[in-house]
């Protein structure tokens, strides 16, 4: 039962770690040579949420 729904639960925990990120709850340190870093994770704005939602559709029609 459990086994079913492992890659639905790692993108779950992927989303709400983006989402938590591109909201500002978490700080993530980006090097000042690094500018594409900076770029990408002002798109963790919406690929959480999405990646979340994702995670929840394919939990609800995962055949079990």
Request: charged share 10%.
């Amino acid at each position: 039962m459990f086994s079913a729904y492992v890659d639905e639960i790692i993108m779950a925990c992927a989303g709400v770690w983006m989402a938590a990120i591109g909201f500002g709850y978490i700080e993530l340190s980006v090097p000042p040579h690094q500018a594409w870093l900076g770029n990408l994770v002002k798109h963790f704005k919406w690929m959480g949420p999405l990646l979340l939602g994702i995670a929840a559709v394919l939990a609800v029609v995962s055949p079990t």
